[in-house]
């Protein structure tokens, strides 16, 4: 299975906190002198259990994402990747955990985001690459658990597949401890 | 990372592979034609152009900065895209774009809905997005991802085939038909019958623009809004001689809003059943041969009627009708209607059931229609602004699936309605609904306000109709409840720009995205336009009454409701209001609300809704003189504005001939405006003026819009020509809203012009003090 569009998410210590108005100008702030190519900003707050506040690129989105009605950082790769699957799986992650870092150092925020780095969301966003079966599970495992042992320690968290077939395939990562995303990222790179 | 090659990428290949027995044969054709043309237009073996062309008619649109282009609010900035390539002329193949998927009637199964989401999710933001033609639009696209897309709708007997490009659109249809109480009969076979028999036929090739077409069941009600529309049915009964009722159409063609309104004209009061597809293939030939092909801004076909006469056109399409081969598809058909007959999932109840929730009562209230089938109900979904995300849709899949048999469509409000919901399930779908935030009441209201995409992603938006219509909403939501009906039931619509996607010239109150300086600084405005008419099929236009700050319409807004609470004598509608009370009368009481505060003592007007972007300050630092200069080209607008502001005052009063005369005035003030930048001591001689303007600003290119070209300029060549030649109301009507973008087009000018002017500032000083032409 080669491994492609792979979305993490990073959920918010503090979702009530969060003003989407100020994500939006942040990210708005981003987009100049950006190395990534970011083309715009859109405003979803109208609507629930979705995107909030979208960071649109080329290569990769973030959002404000209150799907699954919990607020968190998405990280939407969305262009083909080459390596191992496990090089995808990692570069994705530490992609996100970064992203994570730089908003809660973000001075833009009068309402700092604080993430929860010990609970994850892993989904691979093609239905036809990885079905969200029993059998893509087995093919991903081994290599997610290896991203996640060198962030973690081996022992250091749990998987749960969430196997409804009509969403796309995820995993929820929960640590054991209490990472912080500088650990983590650090563990990574 | 892999240079992107995502129409060979193996999730492409699944698609392609898996799908391929569950297509027909012809849409997988298409499909497949358009993978190859993708390929070889990587291959630089197909042009810009026709590129463009070919996937606009899969539906495949532009968006927002796909010039490779974006404004920070102080610089416009190259956005690198990895390619040099296009995907038409100045459009970046890297930059993504948006999809139009075409429902037919806004019919929806629930399995449709469902890939529709899956959709937007892998390959879009994660919204689905219904428009004001019962489509449903994907953004954020990229153009490799749409043959997968396109195969994966196809799966579930979804076409994008024709969406956009100049071809026939989405064909619309009340979206209670079948179930409405006061319909002539269900029209909705008769709108897949439309659909299925013009999508891809030889005769709708070969249109200078595209053609829009809606049926719908009745005169009075509001949902087809056949008047608006290029050919418009309206269902009709006839009683024959042996007393057997007939159905046929009501046949009106060349209606349509856009920057100019025109009103539909009536073909014929009865086109039989049997008669109806074969008449419309010879309109169509009609408009395919004889409409405009080279001038875009004159080829809908309403141009066509309108030059010929209806009298003349009609001719000409009963001539071509004549000479039509007969074809076994045109009655065919009649034996499909049967078909579209839907059934209930669930028995019928006996009421809907008593509760204590208040909140349930009041959403009753404006979402619940009883249907015509006793014991049946339609629910209207209200989305705001038209958006649900995946999630949301999925859960209303499976709402549908537990109380109805695929009986979901979109609607021209941007809703989704549940049609055949049992009275005895209402509580429970209302819970269902509540429990995934879909149980908003309001629908049909003042806070349902339409509004097209506008600067959020559409490359024509001026303003942030989205960003307004949001907070309009916002404000409106809080104080619904306690409204008099009256207010309650008015209709809000918002466009970006003229082109009226958000049909704001069929609202009560309409908006739409115009741009202006502010000394010296450029400001988001809105036209307001007011008391158009929504029932009757979109009944009546509302006439602009005048620009309007970004930041001040919700003050206005309020001021208006106000006005018109306080104003209006009992039972009086807000057409009848805003016409008793006059438009010069209504702008004067809003005056205070509107003003706009200068730059130092509130920043915040110089900013869009939706944006913390400046909207777009002019250069800095130019030269007393070149000021001076500007103020004269400012002082001539403003005397522009006022002219045609006085030419509305006297149309409404009925005197035609006057507000004809002032609205070309109103031109000849602009024109001599913008002159001034060039030549101070230009003569008042309308031809001397027009000579001057035309020589530096119409041959030069100068005044010309940059997506719609030389069309505002036309108006006044045209207005110029036909000076003095007596008007009917229409005629008089058509000047008026033609003045009225005219004056907005020279404003844009000025700014254009204003915003280069540190460059071409030497030049143009120097052009100034010597009278000669830059």
Same mark, same amino acid.
């Given at each position: 299975?080669?491994?492609?569009?792979?979305?993490?998410?990073?959920?918010?210590?503090?979702?009530?906190?969060?003003?989407?108005?100020?994500?939006?100008?942040?990210?708005?702030?981003?987009?100049?002198?950006?190395?990534?190519?970011?083309?715009?900003?859109?405003?979803?707050?109208?609507?629930?259990?979705?995107?909030?506040?979208?960071?649109?690129?080329?290569?990769?989105?973030?959002?404000?994402?209150?799907?699954?009605?919990?607020?968190?950082?998405?990280?939407?790769?969305?262009?083909?990747?080459?390596?191992?699957?496990?090089?995808?799986?990692?570069?994705?992650?530490?992609?996100?955990?970064?992203?994570?870092?730089?908003?809660?150092?973000?001075?833009?925020?009068?309402?700092?985001?604080?993430?929860?780095?010990?609970?994850?969301?892993?989904?691979?966003?093609?239905?036809?690459?990885?079905?969200?079966?029993?059998?893509?599970?087995?093919?991903?495992?081994?290599?997610?658990?290896?991203?996640?042992?060198?962030?973690?320690?081996?022992?250091?968290?749990?998987?749960?597949?969430?196997?409804?077939?009509?969403?796309?395939?995820?995993?929820?990562?929960?640590?054991?401890?209490?990472?912080?995303?500088?650990?983590?990222?650090?563990?990574?790179? | 990372?892999?240079?992107?090659?995502?129409?060979?990428?193996?999730?492409?290949?699944?698609?392609?592979? +898996?799908?391929?027995?569950?297509?027909?044969?012809?849409?997988?054709?298409?499909?497949?034609? &358009?993978?190859?043309?993708?390929?070889?237009?990587?291959?630089?073996?197909?042009?810009?152009?026709?590129?463009?062309?070919?996937?606009?008619?899969?539906?495949?649109?532009?968006?927002?900065?796909?010039?490779?282009?974006?404004?920070?609010?102080?610089?416009?900035?190259?956005?690198?895209?990895?390619?040099?390539?296009?995907?038409?002329?100045?459009?970046?193949?890297?930059?993504?774009?948006?999809?139009?998927?075409?429902?037919?009637?806004?019919?929806?199964?629930?399995?449709?809905?469902?890939?529709?989401?899956?959709?937007?999710?892998?390959?879009?933001?994660?919204?689905?997005?219904?428009?004001? *033609?019962?489509?449903?639009?994907?953004?954020?696209?990229?153009?490799?991802?749409?043959?997968?897309?396109? @195969?994966?709708?196809?799966?579930?007997?979804?076409?994008?085939?024709?969406?956009?490009?100049?071809?026939?659109?989405?064909?619309?249809?009340?979206?209670?038909?079948?179930?409405? *109480?006061?319909?002539?009969?269900?029209?909705?076979?008769?709108?897949?019958?439309?659909?299925?028999?013009?999508?891809?036929?030889?005769?709708?090739?070969?249109?200078? *623009?595209? &053609?829009?077409?809606?049926?719908?069941?009745?005169?009075?009600?509001?949902?087809?809004?056949?008047?608006?529309?290029?050919?418009?049915?309206?269902?009709?009964? *006839?009683?024959?001689?042996?007393?057997?009722?007939?159905?046929?159409?009501?046949?009106?063609?060349?209606?349509?809003?856009?920057?100019?309104?025109?009103?539909?004209?009536?073909?014929?009061?009865?086109?039989?059943?049997?008669?109806?597809?074969?008449?419309?293939?010879?309109?169509?030939?009609?408009?395919?041969?004889?409409?405009?092909?080279?001038?875009?801004?004159?080829?809908?076909?309403?141009?066509?009627?309108?030059?010929?006469?209806?009298?003349?056109?009609?001719?000409?399409?009963?001539?071509?009708?004549?000479?039509?081969?007969?074809?076994?598809?045109?009655?065919?058909?009649?034996?499909?209607?049967?078909?579209?007959?839907?059934?209930?999932?669930?028995?019928?109840?006996?009421?809907?059931?008593?509760?204590?929730?208040?909140?349930?009562?009041?959403?009753?209230?404006?979402?619940?229609?009883?249907?015509?089938?006793?014991?049946?109900?339609?629910?209207?979904?209200?989305?705001?602004?038209?958006?649900?995300?995946?999630?949301?849709?999925?859960?209303?899949?499976?709402?549908? @699936?537990?109380?109805?048999?695929?009986?979901?469509?979109?609607?021209?409000?941007?809703?989704?309605?549940?049609?055949?919901?049992?009275?005895?399930?209402?509580?429970?779908?209302?819970?269902?609904?509540?429990?995934?935030?879909?149980?908003?009441?309001?629908?049909?209201?003042?806070?349902?306000?339409?509004?097209?995409?506008?600067?959020?992603?559409? !490359?024509?938006?001026?303003?942030?109709?989205?960003?307004?219509?949001?907070?309009? @909403?916002?404000?409106?939501?809080?104080?619904?409840?306690?409204?008099?009906?009256?207010?309650?039931?008015?209709?809000?619509?918002?466009?970006?720009?003229?082109?009226?996607?958000?049909?704001?010239?069929?609202?009560?109150?309409?908006?739409?995205?115009?741009?202006?300086?502010?000394?010296?600084?450029?400001?988001?405005?809105?036209?307001?336009?007011?008391?158009?008419?929504?029932?009757?099929?979109?009944?009546?236009?509302?006439?602009?009454?005048?620009?309007?700050?970004?930041?001040?319409?919700?003050?206005?807004?309020?001021?208006?409701?106000?006005?018109?609470?306080?104003?209006?004598?009992?039972?009086?509608?807000?057409?009848?209001?805003?016409?008793?009370?006059?438009?010069?009368?209504?702008?004067?009481?809003?005056?205070?609300?509107?003003?706009?505060?200068?730059?130092?003592?509130?920043?915040?007007?110089?900013?869009?809704?939706?944006?913390?972007?400046?909207?777009?300050?002019?250069? !800095?630092?130019?030269?007393?003189? +070149?000021?001076?200069?500007?103020?004269?080209?400012?002082?001539?607008?403003?005397?522009?504005?006022?002219?045609?502001?006085?030419?509305?005052?006297? &149309?409404?009063?009925?005197?035609?001939?006057?507000?004809?005369?002032?609205?070309?005035?109103?031109?000849?003030?602009?024109?001599?405006?913008?002159? !001034?930048?060039?030549?101070?001591?230009?003569?008042?001689?309308?031809?001397?003026?027009?000579?001057?303007?035309?020589?530096?600003?119409?041959?030069?290119?100068?005044?010309?819009?940059?997506?719609?070209?030389?069309?505002?300029?036309?108006?006044?060549?045209?207005?110029?020509?036909?000076?003095?030649?007596?008007?009917?109301?229409?005629?008089?009507?058509?000047?008026?809203?033609?003045?009225?973008?005219?004056?907005?087009?020279?404003?844009?000018?000025?700014? @254009?012009?204003?915003?280069?002017?540190?460059?071409?500032?030497?030049?143009?000083?120097?052009?100034?003090?010597?009278?000669?032409?830059?």
């Amino acid at each position: 299975m080669d491994l492609q569009y792979l979305n993490w998410k990073v959920y918010l210590d503090n979702p009530a906190e969060a003003e989407p108005d100020e994500w939006f100008k942040v990210w708005n702030d981003w987009i100049p002198d950006a190395p990534e190519i970011f083309i715009d900003v859109a405003d979803y707050k109208h609507v629930q259990d979705g995107p909030v506040i979208l960071l649109v690129g080329h290569y990769v989105n973030y959002s404000l994402d209150a799907g699954g009605r919990e607020l968190g950082l998405l990280y939407d790769y969305k262009h083909p990747l080459e390596g191992s699957n496990e090089d995808k799986i990692k570069s994705g992650l530490l992609g996100t955990l970064r992203v994570a870092k730089r908003l809660e150092d973000e001075a833009g925020f009068k309402h700092k985001p604080k993430f929860n780095a010990g609970s994850l969301r892993f989904i691979v966003n093609s239905r036809a690459i990885a079905p969200n079966s029993a059998e893509t599970l087995e093919a991903v495992k081994p290599e997610l658990a290896k991203v996640l042992s060198k962030a973690f320690g081996a022992d250091g968290f749990t998987l749960e597949h969430l196997s409804d077939p009509r969403q796309r395939f995820t995993v929820q990562v929960t640590a054991k401890g209490n990472p912080s995303l500088a650990d983590l990222i650090q563990r990574l790179a | 990372m892999k240079d992107l090659d995502l129409v060979s990428s193996h999730a492409a290949a699944h698609w392609k592979t +898996a799908l391929s027995d569950r297509l027909d044969p012809k849409w997988r054709e298409d499909i497949d034609k &358009f993978e190859l043309d993708i390929l070889l237009k990587k291959k630089g073996k197909v042009e810009d152009r026709v590129f463009a062309e070919t996937r606009l008619r899969m539906g495949a649109y532009g968006q927002r900065y796909d010039n490779g282009h974006r404004h920070d609010g102080n610089e416009s900035r190259v956005i690198p895209f990895p390619t040099d390539l296009n995907k038409g002329p100045e459009t970046k193949w890297d930059a993504p774009g948006m999809e139009r998927i075409k429902l037919p009637w806004g019919g929806m199964s629930a399995e449709q809905l469902e890939v529709m989401a899956q959709l937007a999710e892998e390959y879009s933001d994660g919204i689905l997005h219904v428009t004001t *033609r019962q489509d449903i639009q994907l953004h954020y696209i990229h153009i490799e991802n749409c043959p997968s897309m396109f @195969r994966r709708l196809a799966a579930v007997n979804i076409t994008t085939r024709e969406a956009c490009g100049n071809s026939v659109r989405n064909v619309t249809a009340c979206p209670i038909a079948g179930v409405c *109480r006061e319909e002539a009969f269900d029209v909705t076979g008769y709108a897949n019958a439309v659909f299925k028999y013009l999508l891809g036929h030889p005769d709708v090739q070969d249109f200078g *623009r595209k &053609f829009k077409i809606a049926l719908s069941g009745c005169k009075h009600n509001p949902c087809g809004l056949t008047n608006i529309h290029d050919l418009g049915l309206t269902a009709v009964v *006839r009683t024959q001689a042996d007393g057997t009722v007939k159905r046929g159409f009501e046949y009106v063609v060349g209606g349509g809003l856009g920057a100019v309104t025109y009103d539909a004209k009536l073909f014929s009061d009865y086109v039989p059943e049997e008669e109806v597809l074969a008449l419309t293939q010879a309109t169509c030939r009609v408009y395919a041969r004889l409409g405009e092909k080279k001038k875009r801004h004159r080829a809908r076909i309403k141009f066509l009627v309108a030059d010929m006469g209806i009298d003349k056109f009609r001719e000409e399409v009963l001539a071509e009708r004549a000479k039509l081969p007969n074809d076994p598809r045109w009655t065919e058909f009649l034996a499909t209607l049967p078909k579209f007959e839907e059934k209930p999932l669930r028995p019928a109840g006996k009421g809907i059931p008593k509760t204590n929730d208040a909140a349930f009562d009041f959403w009753c209230l404006t979402n619940v229609y009883p249907q015509k089938q006793d014991g049946f109900l339609t629910v209207t979904v209200t989305l705001p602004m038209g958006d649900i995300t995946c999630n949301q849709a999925r859960a209303l899949v499976d709402i549908s @699936r537990k109380y109805l048999k695929d009986t979901m469509r979109t609607t021209v409000e941007q809703n989704i309605v549940l049609r055949w919901v049992s009275e005895a399930d209402l509580y429970n779908v209302y819970n269902d609904l509540k429990a995934i935030d879909l149980a908003q009441p309001g629908a049909a209201s003042i806070v349902d306000i339409t509004a097209c995409p506008g600067t959020d992603t559409c !490359k024509l938006g001026v303003s942030s109709s989205r960003g307004l219509a949001a907070e309009l @909403r916002t404000r409106l939501a809080t104080k619904f409840v306690q409204m008099d009906e009256a207010v309650r039931n008015l209709r809000i619509k918002v466009s970006g720009c003229f082109n009226s996607c958000g049909q704001q010239h069929i609202a009560d109150i309409g908006f739409f995205g115009i741009s202006r300086n502010v000394a010296g600084y450029i400001v988001p405005h809105f036209q307001m336009v007011l008391g158009g008419e929504f029932i009757n099929n979109g009944g009546r236009y509302g006439l602009a009454t005048g620009g309007i700050a970004s930041k001040a319409i919700p003050g206005v807004v309020d001021k208006l409701l106000d006005l018109y609470m306080t104003g209006k004598t009992k039972g009086e509608g807000f057409r009848h209001w805003v016409e008793r009370t006059g438009k010069a009368a209504i702008m004067q009481a809003v005056a205070d609300v509107a003003a706009v505060p200068a730059y130092d003592k509130d920043k915040s007007y110089y900013t869009d809704w939706g944006s913390v972007r400046e909207y777009n300050v002019k250069d !800095k630092g130019m030269g007393e003189c +070149a000021g001076e200069v500007v103020s004269l080209t400012e002082f001539g607008l403003k005397a522009a504005d006022r002219e045609v502001f006085e030419a509305q005052i006297k &149309f409404d009063a009925g005197d035609w001939k006057s507000a004809s005369k002032l609205a070309y005035q109103a031109m000849l003030f602009a024109a001599q405006g913008l002159v !001034k930048m060039y030549n101070i001591d230009i003569s008042d001689d309308a031809d001397k003026v027009m000579a001057e303007w035309k020589e530096r600003f119409y041959d030069t290119q100068k005044f010309f819009d940059p997506f719609a070209g030389p069309r505002f300029a036309q108006f006044y060549i045209h207005a110029h020509d036909e000076r003095g030649a007596e008007l009917d109301k229409e005629k008089a009507s058509r000047l008026l809203q033609e003045s009225m973008l005219f004056i907005e087009a020279a404003h844009s000018c000025n700014l @254009r012009l204003s915003m280069g002017a540190e460059k071409g500032k030497e030049g143009i000083l120097a052009a100034t003090k010597s009278g000669s032409k830059a």
